[in-house]
């Protein structure tokens, strides 16, 4: 849908309507007015449609030709874990804006004497390091990406608890969808620090392109048939990010 905003062509009291196209997330702000129109090429609006196209293409095609290797993961992890299959959580999308996210489930339920939740490391099955290896448990979230909360490239979308730890420059990887792989994730995945991941994320929001999408997502099918980066250094997953300075993997 196109925006509306007035700038003065011709003489100061014969404002034309120029129509421009809207970030993401930005709707129609109403009925249009009268008047003559005139139409402003902005570029950047030909690449978020173009991005946007390829994700629900991908996310379309993806969700038809991997349905047989979703159905075998969900039952594997039925069998191993019972209910529930996915796993929803709350993550910070476009604009920092709350959504769920889901994933196939790689963790037993399991808790403390005091009720809190057991490590990782003590959670995570057998089959759930077998799935996160490969990335499978991450194919649910094709969905998100159909239904417009996730992109199929950008950086990946983390816990809002973040949201307040993150500097200025960091919180600029919320400017652009959180992606179901990125920039961050061929370099290396969970295996680099917090500083360089989020750097890298950054990087990507000031140099995105439809080519650079393509080359993300070529990448990542190298990388995850490598299953290199998968954890970091010393930890079942990845370390709690707890700002600049001590954010560590």
Same mark, same amino acid.
């Given at each position: 849908?196109?925006i509306?905003?007035?700038e003065n062509?011709?003489?100061?009291? *014969?404002?034309?309507p120029?129509?421009?196209? &809207?970030? &993401?997330g930005?709707?129609?702000p109403?009925?249009?007015g ?7 090429? *902005?570029p ?5 449609? /173009?991005k946007r ?11 038809l030709?991997?349905?047989p290797?979703l159905?075998?993961v ?7 874990m019972?209910r ?8 910070? @999308?476009?604009?920092a804006r ?15 004497? *005091?009720g809190?939740?057991?490590?990782d490391a003590e959670?995570?099955t ?7 290896r490969?990335s ?6 094709? %969905?998100?990406?159909?239904? @417009? ?5 950008g ?10 730890l ?8 919320h ?6 792989t ?5 370099r290396?995945r969970?295996a680099?620090g %917090? @500083?360089?991941?989020? /750097? !890298? *994320? ?10 650079? !999408?393509l080359?993300?997502?070529a990448l990542?099918?190298r990388?995850?048939?490598?299953g290199?980066?998968?954890s ?8 709690r990010?707890r @700002?600049t300075?001590?954010?560590t993997?």
């Amino acid at each position: 849908m196109l925006i509306e905003r007035f700038e003065n062509v011709g003489t100061p009291d *014969d404002p034309v309507p120029v129509r421009s196209c &809207p970030s &993401p997330g930005e709707s129609d702000p109403g009925p249009r007015g009268r008047g003559r129109w005139a139409i402003a090429w *902005d570029p950047g609006c030909a690449s978020r449609a /173009a991005k946007r196209c390829l994700d629900i293409v991908g996310a379309l095609l993806g969700l038809l030709v991997l349905a047989p290797l979703l159905a075998a993961v969900a039952a594997a992890v039925y069998l191993a874990m019972g209910r529930p299959v996915l796993f929803a959580q709350v993550r910070s @999308g476009y604009r920092a804006r709350p959504f769920t996210l889901f994933k196939f489930r790689t963790m037993r339920t399991a808790s403390g004497p *005091d009720g809190a939740a057991l490590p990782d490391a003590e959670r995570l099955t057998r089959l759930g390091r077998l799935l996160r290896r490969f990335s499978l448990d991450e194919l649910p979230q094709l %969905w998100n990406v159909l239904r @417009g909360e996730m992109s199929l490239v950008g950086p990946r979308p983390l816990l809002p608890e973040y949201l307040p730890l993150y500097t200025p420059e960091q919180a600029r990887r919320h400017d652009v969808r959180p992606g179901l792989t990125g920039w961050a994730q061929v370099r290396g995945r969970n295996a680099v620090g %917090w @500083g360089e991941r989020l /750097a !890298d *994320d950054v990087w990507y929001v000031e140099h995105r392109s439809l080519a650079l !999408d393509l080359k993300i997502l070529a990448l990542t099918c190298r990388r995850v048939l490598d299953g290199k980066g998968v954890s970091g250094e010393g930890e079942a997953t990845m370390a709690r990010f707890r @700002g600049t300075g001590g954010g560590t993997a």
